[in-house]
């Protein structure tokens, strides 16, 4: 099984806006300790917290903007098909008032809250969640709670990446949080000397793992069986105007992700664990087989009698070189340009089509980074970022595309026939993809941005994608 992709439609209703929390009036003018809302405002009431789950006890707080008012307030929750499924009359005191309510209501969405003083009726908005979420893995269901005022899309245990991957969307406000249980049976993070260790979190807008950035989050609650994370949602309204959102938890050693590691590597091979992610014990080295790509855990001894005698290789790069051939290897390995060569050249070119990047690349911190990698071109303007490429030796760093798709299957050879490509030389090639230098210009590296990017043929030296970041 390979890393799940999940394509996200989202339909993004603009111009709507919730208000959270307390309603924000002007601020008092000088001299003035007491004031009131704009002219027509007779009541506000909003709740203590922005989401809650089944059974959470939900706090209104409201007040009063009339003199000498001692009438009943009535509070109406309106449920997400616009239905009135409670109405309460709450006692004024001193010009505020407050209930309590459970969230026990049947429905997951948007939840109105409705009070009405006079001509006057103040709406606030929470979001609440009926049920956990429930995904399988390995054959058995988790439950796992979670609660946002963004809309969860899905979740699943990634097996090569050792990580729960989970995606939202409509995360258009700022100050959300997207808070989560997360089941120690499927996945827990400890320090070496066996005790909790902080999970690792990245966050990205539907990209590759590469761009994904470390999310800000924290630990609020951990029992025997779970632990909860409150992970906070980045406010981007011009790149990510429907708020479709990433997230792949980690933890702090991959032994505690959602694998099965004490199980033998063959038995993880087989369940769709890639070969990269499968450890073997201290003293053990893996191998993989010829025959099948199965992998295989046996005493360094053993590993280079078998490697020696055709019956394995020790890393995936060496599937690329074993079946390269030397003199075409050694002249295409000559023909790629430096990064720093692609840098020059993204910058001429930046230069020559007059571009205006969303960063000032004068200031201290902007930096350049560079990766070396096999992508594909998709129109009108896409990409899929494919396999990373070792600058030192021009061969794949992994074993089949991220995308799944092994073009070892139509030819073992495809990767030799890609150099023939490039080098001129008559060639049986089965792919379209280009080798490239990934240019990227970045002014922090925890903050999540379209960040200016460029691809430049590694071969030709040729800028094949241009992205100004806006």
């Given at each position: 099984m390979k890393?799940?992709?999940?394509?996200?439609?989202?339909?993004?209703?603009?111009?709507?806006?919730?208000?959270?929390?307390?309603?924000?009036?002007?601020?008092?003018l000088v001299g003035v300790t007491k004031c009131g809302p704009p002219p027509g405002v007779t009541v506000v009431a909003s709740t203590d917290s922005q989401f809650y789950e089944k059974n959470d006890t939900i706090n209104i707080q409201g007040r009063i903007y009339l003199q000498n008012y001692t009438k009943l307030v009535t509070i109406q929750v309106i449920n997400p098909n616009n239905t009135t499924i409670q109405s309460i009359d709450v006692p004024v005191t001193n010009d505020t008032f407050g209930t309590k309510?459970?969230?026990?209501?049947?429905?997951?969405?948007?939840?109105?809250?409705?009070?009405?003083?006079?001509?006057?009726?103040d709406r606030s908005y929470f979001k609440f969640v009926s049920e956990p979420y429930t995904t399988t893995f390995n054959g058995k269901d988790f439950v796992i709670k979670y609660k946002s005022f963004a809309d969860l899309v899905g979740m699943e245990a990634d097996v090569n990446s050792q990580a729960l991957r989970v995606h939202i969307a409509n995360a258009t406000a700022q100050g959300l949080q997207f808070v989560i249980g997360l089941p120690r049976e499927l996945i827990d993070s400890k320090g070496y000397d066996g005790k909790d260790a902080s999970f690792r979190v990245l966050v990205g807008m539907d990209q590759p793992d590469k761009y994904m950035q470390p999310a800000n989050f924290t630990e609020i609650a951990s029992s025997y069986y779970s632990r909860t994370l409150a992970i906070h949602i980045p406010y981007e309204p011009v790149p990510n105007s429907a708020g479709v959102w990433d997230f792949k938890i980690m933890p702090a050693d991959v032994n505690f992700g959602p694998s099965a590691s004490a199980e033998p590597?063959?038995?993880?091979?087989?369940?769709?664990?890639?070969?990269?992610?499968?450890?073997?014990?201290?003293?053990?080295?893996?191998?993989?087989?010829?025959?099948?790509?199965?992998?295989?855990?046996?005493?360094?001894?053993?590993?280079?009698?078998?490697?020696?005698?055709?019956?394995?290789?020790?890393?995936?790069?060496?599937?690329?070189?074993?079946?390269?051939?030397?003199?075409?290897?050694?002249?295409?390995?000559?023909?790629?340009?430096?990064?720093?060569?692609?840098?020059?050249?993204?910058q001429d070119y930046?230069?020559?089509?007059n571009l205006t990047l969303s960063l000032n690349t004068n200031q201290n911190n902007v930096r350049i980074v560079t990766s070396l990698g096999y992508v594909q071109i998709l129109p009108p303007n896409g990409y899929s970022y494919l396999l990373n490429v070792d600058p030192k030796t021009g061969l794949p760093l992994e074993e089949t595309p991220f995308n799944g798709t092994d073009y070892r299957y139509k030819n073992p050879q495809w990767w030799i026939e890609l150099e023939k490509s490039y080098l001129g030389i008559a060639s049986n090639?089965?792919?379209?993809?280009?080798?490239?230098?990934?240019?990227v210009y970045t002014n922090c590296s925890s903050c999540i941005s379209n960040n200016p990017s460029f691809f430049v043929d590694a071969i030709t030296g040729k800028v094949i994608r241009a992205y100004t970041g806006y």
């Open positions: 890393t799940l992709h999940l394509s996200i439609i989202v339909i993004f209703i603009s111009g709507l806006l919730f208000v959270i929390s307390n309603p924000v009036f002007a601020p008092c309510i459970v969230a026990n209501f049947d429905k997951t969405g948007l939840y109105h809250l409705v009070t009405c003083v006079q001509d006057w009726c590597p063959l038995k993880l091979f087989k369940l769709g664990m890639a070969v990269t992610d499968i450890k073997c014990k201290q003293d053990f080295q893996l191998v993989i087989k010829s025959e099948d790509n199965s992998p295989a855990c046996v005493k360094l001894q053993t590993a280079e009698k078998l490697v020696a005698r055709g019956w394995g290789y020790k890393s995936l790069s060496d599937i690329y070189t074993r079946n390269a051939d030397p003199n075409i290897l050694s002249q295409f390995q000559s023909e790629i340009i430096s990064s720093q060569k692609a840098i020059q050249i993204v930046i230069k020559e089509k090639r089965t792919e379209d993809g280009n080798v490239v230098w990934d240019v």
